[in-house]
T-cell receptor, first 112, second 113 residues
Framework: EDKVVQSPLSLVVHEGDTVTLNCSYEVTNFRSLLWYKQEKKAPTFLFMLTSSGIEKKSGRLSSILDKKELFSILNITATQTGDSAIYLCAVSKETSGSRLTFGEGTQLTVNP | DSGVTQTPKHLITATGQRVTLRCSPRSGDLSVYWYQQSLDQGLQFLIQYYNGEERAKGNILERFSAQQFPDLHSELNLSSLELGDSALYFC????????????FGNGTRLTVT
């Protein structure tokens, strides 16, 4: 059975801190790993990673994939209160189109 | 705004009833996916349609059904509702290409009393 495990499940930090969120996976026919941010409503797409070792970056957020060790990390530097959200990791498979299997998410709270 | 529209935003109904949730995908997207998000289970894949045809089924109960219409909008029908069906139901769409990310609507919050 496919598995996506995120850690920690919740995290509380102060504004300005740097955080690292983890995602490990066990899936057959892996194709890509995606990160989403979910505030009160729809999960919004952050990154899609398909190749090992290539960092994707968007502002203060960055992510990297290790296909040998089967994990990914999402880094957020200089956190702001607006970064408070649930961060979801998901994987897609070669045989499943764009269908995603999600982890439980990491609830990040950034306090002022 | 993802461009995926879901209605209604909230739905409160009684056990045993039937409801229909509606989704309009982003313009140009051919694939529609339905997910259920409950407190204790995260986002669970229910069913996928591509250009009007069912493409994949996940953990969808027999009491639930869906369809995608020629204009590409989709409906998720939930019948004989139980308390445990209370959840957020998300629709997502994608272009349909092999590696395109999903874009989610704002969801329908269903409360069964």
């Amino acid at each position: 059975e496919d598995k996506v495990v995120q850690s920690p499940l919740s995290l509380v930090v102060h504004e300005g801190d740097t955080v690292t969120l983890n995602c490990s996976y066990e899936v057959t026919n892996f194709r890509s790993l995606l990160w989403y941010k979910q505030e009160k409503k729809a999960p919004t797409f952050l990154f899609m990673l398909t190749s090992s070792g290539i960092e994707k970056k968007s502002g203060r957020l960055s992510s990297i994939l290790d296909k040998k060790e089967l994990f990914s990390i999402l880094n957020i530097t200089a956190t702001q209160t607006g970064d408070s959200a649930i961060y979801l990791c998901a994987v897609s498979k070669e045989t499943s189109g764009s269908r995603l299997t999600f982890g439980e998410g990491t609830q990040l709270t950034v306090n002022p | 705004d993802s461009g995926v529209t879901q209605t209604p935003k909230h739905l409160i109904t009684a056990t045993g009833q039937r409801v229909t949730l509606r989704c309009s995908p982003r313009s140009g997207d051919l694939s529609v996916y339905w997910y259920q998000q409950s407190l204790d289970q995260g986002l669970q894949f229910l069913i996928q349609y591509y250009n009007g045809e069912e493409r994949a089924k996940g953990n969808i109960l027999e009491r639930f059904s869906a369809q995608q219409f020629p204009d590409l909008h989709s409906e998720l029908n939930l019948s004989s509702l139980e308390l445990g069906d209370s959840a957020l139901y998300f629709c997502a769409s994608s272009v349909g290409g092999e590696n395109s990310p999903l874009h989610f609507g704002n969801g329908t919050r269903l409360t069964v009393t």
